[in-house]
């Protein structure tokens, strides 16, 4: 596997190898992103991974400075998967200068849900994606990106940015890979004790609930508000727990079975984790 720093090192490791297929990390990785780089291979002529952590998504009082980095680690795991290319820039590379043009995605949907908690994150999010793609694909006139479906709505908004910006890029998205108990796998799960780690498969539980219940009718604020409240009980502090329509993310009028998407994000302990079920 070679590894590169600076955007002319990658296009030039990448000049004449054909067609990449990509997948942005933020490093500390685990089965969800090696699944990725499972199917990217299957995708592209060429496997490429990134190791960035990327300060813009971060809100002044979350945990970028103590946000897990596993340097060799991460670059093992890359290697037994096949990955072919891992570009890992130092921030002044991929930001030598104040990075005051930004990306800034539609507010109906990106300004909702973990948008709403979290503002400014999707235009970090959609700022060094941009910026990623391209230094990925701008050699070899396009690619393959590939995304996990736990991450719901970044997704959606990745690629709705991906489509107004005609960009010569497929997105591919992955399905949410997850422990024996049901557990979403996520970098922040390193952050839960033996009991928390226990107690984080109720997320999951909560919104498998919630799908069941808004189908068979009643009042979806009502049920979405008892969710939160039977979570709440359980020692958690959720964001929000919540139906949605797959093809936009607002409320439906009415839950319609293959239409829809339940969402949740809620802290146990200081952990924050997100979660998601379609149906």
């Not at 964001?239 to 839950?255: F, G, H």
């Amino acid at each position: 596997m070679q590894i590169v720093h600076t955007i002319a090192d990658l296009r030039a490791a990448l000049a004449g190898k054909g067609h990449p297929a990509f997948v942005p990390t933020m490093g500390n990785l685990h089965d969800g992103h090696l699944s990725l780089v499972r199917l990217a291979r299957q995708h592209g002529d060429v496997t490429v991974a990134s190791i960035f952590v990327n300060r813009l998504q971060f809100l002044p009082h979350e945990d970028f400075d103590s946000y897990p980095r596993t340097w060799d680690a991460d670059c093992a795991k890359l290697e037994a998967e096949g990955c072919d290319i891992l570009f890992a820039p130092r921030e002044l590379d991929l930001y030598p200068e104040p990075q005051t043009f930004k990306v800034q995605p539609d507010a109906a949907l990106a300004d909702i849900l973990e948008g709403h908690f979290r503002p400014g994150f999707f235009t970090g999010v959609c700022t060094v994606v941009m910026k990623l793609f391209q230094a990925v694909f701008a050699t070899n006139g396009g690619g393959v990106a590939v995304f996990g479906q736990k991450d719901y709505q970044q997704l959606m908004v990745i690629r709705r940015m991906v489509r107004q910006f005609a960009l010569p890029i497929e997105i591919m998205a992955a399905p949410t890979a997850r422990a024996g108990s049901g557990l979403a796998l996520s970098s922040r799960n390193g952050y839960l004790s033996d009991e928390q780690r226990v107690q984080a498969m109720a997320l999951s539980q909560a919104l498998k609930t919630l799908a069941d219940a808004s189908l068979q009718g009643g009042n979806l604020a009502e049920l979405e508000a008892q969710a939160m409240a039977d979570l709440r009980a359980q020692g958690w502090e959720p964001d929000y727990l919540t139906v949605r329509q797959r093809s936009d993310l607002q409320t439906p009028e009415k839950a319609q079975a293959g239409q829809l998407v339940a969402l949740g994000a809620a802290r146990i302990g200081g952990t924050r984790l997100i979660d998601n079920l379609e149906f």
